[in-house]
């Protein structure tokens, strides 16, 4: 899929055509404010172009993105031509995949020259500053999302993550092999099965070398890394309610995170802060959009690839955790067996299990074997069936045995034994037997498909899994979380709009309330121009109370993109009156009440940002600032 089209996914509520997404790329602009423009190079191949905008001094540029038709938008502030340049020697020559158009934006301060490029669904994009040129090449999709090892050796590699930890502190340094500089610090709020947590975006690095899982065990339960962009996220997982206190510093080793474990909670709250070997998680738990969109509290500066990347950071789905919903409940180990001897392997099992296990004598041979935070049950059936073994279980007693072989219980003499049933058992055992027994067919066949499109989806076979939940909703028709996956699925990682309208339409034929169906009706009606309908699901997905901090953030930047000013700021006045302002909501309040030239209010949001003790990303810093020295501002 191209990196473009990828961004259609609602993983952003700026992904539905949205006017900006607030991908930032400012420069330091010349001191006057101006950027002459002293020569255009337009270099068109068969199926691609170069274009290069040559300047005398440092540009203050925007990229965004329009969708219906995808464009491409460079808008660069304070533009003068040299004499030699006009709109005709600034067009590019006629093609197939890509055409410009040029606009001036004469009511801002400074002026904007805009330049529109339509592209083609075959191609995609990049744009770089190179010295005070601006350089765009469109390039057919697997040229265009293709990262050479070239690129990749240049970025700076983060190597490991050190953990050093004293009675009153836990230091977590991220380890690179060069500066940090570029990054970025914010907090992500607690869910129903998520707790708090604290995370590190940095920009322009590797991350190959690293973990991507490490568990800490202070203040901090565990860190998660995932790819971001062309950079990492680092989330911090709290080990309790709350959050944890936090510094982060650069230092010559990289970057140090350190916790304050001077105020850390002793009673964690097991709900908030789900446990690795928590077993008594639901079958299925519908997903929050924490999973859609990612860490919203970020979505109004993120570009929608960013946050599709960091989704992926959620170890949670709309089928709740995998191993429970196929029937894996037993206590989670993690193991890293080396060519080790079998027999050895199944006397581990006998420590962890507390069950007699009897290993058939032609039972032989070498494993390895490494699995990370797993039940017991599902390791061992993992090696029963790399080793072509069979197992059968009775009276606390586990047989191991070849599955060539037949294996039969000794029969019990009744005249030789006395029992005497526990009755309260015997009936608590009937009932999960009765209850099993109550589960159509269809119903068990849909599971099983269920399990199957989740492992389709682990290994990104997208297509293949949406078939698969397909069938399992025609068997199983009054599931709703099905119809949700489905919806999402298409949304998110296929960008088929259509298909998800249809799903999330089926989801909310089943639960006429289900918010987050409506959401992502709302999203893709608004990605196909709907406007009407989007509006219609818009107000239905808020309509939980409290209503759903993303579907807020989502609809304010709907009404914000389609125009209606006044509706957007009303609702992150909502978004704030539930959940407090956060980075993003001040960004988005005090651009729109820009939009709407009520200057003086603009004024005080943009001064309270840069009071508000909120780390602000360099780009965002100089473009309030940029705001704040304008002079309509005054």
Known sequence: MLKWLAKLQPAVFFAFCILFTFHVDFAKSATDGSYEITDVNAMLTADSLEYTIFGKNKPAYTVSERFAPFRVVIDIAGVSLAQNITEATMAIPSNEFSSLKLEDITDKMPTIKRFVFTLANTHDYHVELVGNNIKLSITPGNAGTKVSEDTFSELISLTDLKIS???????????????????????????????????????????????????????????????????????FDSASKNLFSYTVTPSPEGLNIVIDETKREVDLDKAAVPSTADTTKPTLNDTTLDELIGSSEKLLRQDPEEIVAAAALSKASDLADGFSFSGYKKQRISVDFYKIDVHNVFRLFRQITDLNIIVDEEVDGLLTLALNDVPWDFALDIILNLMDLKKEERFNTLVIYPAKKDFVWPTRAEDNLAFEADIEVIQQE???????????????????????????????????????????????PKNVKIANRLAQVYLVNLGMNVKAIYFGKKSLKIDPNNTNAALYVAIGSANMQRISDAKEYFSQSISDSPPNKEALLSYAAFSENNGQYESAITLLDKYNSFYGESLDTMVAKARILDKLERKQEANMQYKAILASGYQLHLDLKKYIEGRLSAKDLY
């Open 430 to 476: 009937a009932l999960i037997i009765e209850k099993s027994i109550n589960q159509s067919q269809e119903v068990l066949k849909a599971k099983d498909l269920m399990i199957k499109a989740q492992n389709l989806e682990a290994d990104e076979e997208f297509e293949d899994a949406v078939v698969l939940y397909t069938k399992a909703l025609e068997l199983w």
């Open 165 to 235: 930890s004293t009675p009153n502190s836990t230091t977590i340094t991220i380890v690179s092999n060069g500066p940090i500089d570029n990054y970025t610090v914010d907090t992500i709020g607690s869910g129903a099965t998520r707790p708090p947590r604290m995370f590190v975006d940095i920009a322009d690095v590797a991350i190959n070398q690293l973990v991507k899982e490490k568990m800490i065990g202070t203040s901090v339960a565990q860190v998660r890394v995932a790819k971001r962009a062309n950079g990492a996220r680092i989330v």
